[in-house]
């Protein structure tokens, strides 16, 4: 079983920059990892993902040109670098382990993940 825990959440303001971390802890290895994300209102929505091995990343459409997922060499830590914050961004961010792999991808649909973090808070003022 594996354990997930972010951080690194806050309060930036538009046009910002933030890095969430994500521990991971235990024996269990999977193929894919990622983020997710909650607004208030509004259901989960994938935000990144990345192939373990190897490190083809995949990005929601929204994000795309604004924030990289990105792991160390230990693959114990995942990160989520976001630069250019929208308020639109603000909501409870969350790591996952155990994306469904998709040929060379990693499933951006909350419900194909099998472990989830606690998440960590990211507000984005205007």
């Known amino acids: 079983q594996i354990q997930l825990v972010e951080s690194g959440g806050g309060s930036v303001q538009a046009g910002g920059s933030l890095r969430l971390s994500c521990e991971a802890s235990?024996?269990?290895?999977?193929?894919?990892m990622g983020w997710f994300r909650q607004a208030p209102g509004r259901k989960r929505e994938g935000v990144a993902g990345i192939v373990t091995i190897g490190g083809h990343t995949t990005y929601g459409e929204s994000v795309k040109g604004r924030f990289t997922i990105s792991q160390d060499n230990a693959k114990t830590t995942l990160y989520l670098h976001m630069d250019n914050l929208k308020p639109e961004d603000s909501g409870v961010y969350y790591c996952?382990?155990?994306?469904?792999?998709?040929?060379?991808?990693?499933?951006?649909?909350?419900?194909?993940?099998?472990?989830w973090g606690q998440g960590t808070q990211v507000t984005v003022s205007s």
């Open positions: 235990g024996n269990f290895r999977t193929s894919c």
């Open positions: 996952a382990a155990a994306l469904t792999r998709i040929g060379n991808s990693c499933s951006l649909n909350p419900k194909s993940a099998g472990y």
